[in-house]
């Protein structure tokens, strides 16, 4: 089956720098790739996905890209702010409803 | 973006007792759901796939017997956990997909049985 391997488990950074997240999947077959935050005590909350046909989608301060050769894709978050400290999860899904997480990394947006 | 509910949102039972957690599709139709469990500072794991009509999908590991899933309707999936025990203390979630592989998840609940 599928396995996604997120990188890093934790990351800090200043307020308004950048935060990269990457994650890697196995399964050549997965076509759509969400990205969910998830903060303290609530259910994830979709930021931004993409899907196998497009490499880059960008929403405000948020991007992801997707290397389908590579299997890889990645979050890009620019201009940091404290709001956006929280769990993110990457997510490969498989014929629409087969959906594998990453293991999250912890954000944490010093001010 | 679609909005999913679960109902309660934290519950403490005694050990033995059974504990129903519902999920809803607030305004579309799902023919199925998932529920997951997470545990503090780890990630989602997918428990089962709950389909509406028929009988749920369990991953491995996971005891159908002891985490009843119904799917009455196309809005409405529930999770009982039957003779809860403290290790069944967890953080249990569901969602439903959207459209084309969009999945939209509940806030969540809290189960911790004393």
């Known amino acids: 089956g599928e396995n996604v391997e997120q990188h890093p488990s934790t990351l800090s950074v200043q307020e308004g720098d950048s935060a990269v997240i990457k994650c890697t999947y196995s399964d050549s077959a997965s076509n759509y790739f969400p990205w969910y935050k998830q903060e303290l005590g609530k259910g994830p909350q979709l930021i931004i996905d993409i899907r196998s046909n497009v490499g880059e989608k960008k929403d405000q301060r948020i991007a992801v890209t997707l290397n389908k050769t590579a299997k890889h894709f990645s979050l890009h978050i620019t201009e940091t702010q404290p709001e956006d400290s929280a769990v993110y999860f990457c997510?490969?899904?498989?014929?629409?409803?087969?959906?594998?997480f990453g293991a999250g990394t912890r954000l944490t947006v010093k001010p | 973006g679609a909005v999913v509910s679960q109902h309660p949102s934290w519950v403490i039972c005694k050990s033995g007792t059974s504990v129903k957690i519902e999920c809803r599709s607030l305004d579309f139709q799902a023919t199925t759901m998932f529920w997951y469990r997470q545990f503090p500072k780890q990630s989602l794991m997918l428990m089962a796939t709950s389909n509406e009509g028929s009988k749920a999908t369990y991953e491995q590991g996971v005891e159908k017997d002891k985490f009843l899933i119904n799917h009455a309707s196309l809005t409405l999936s529930t999770l009982t956990v039957t003779s809860a025990h403290p290790e069944d203390s967890s953080f249990y979630i569901c969602?439903?997909?959207?459209?084309?592989?969009?999945?939209?998840f509940g806030p969540g609940t809290r189960l911790t049985v004393l």
């Open positions: 969602s439903a997909p959207y459209a084309s592989g969009t999945q939209y």
């Open positions: 997510a490969a899904v498989v014929n629409n409803n087969d959906m594998r």
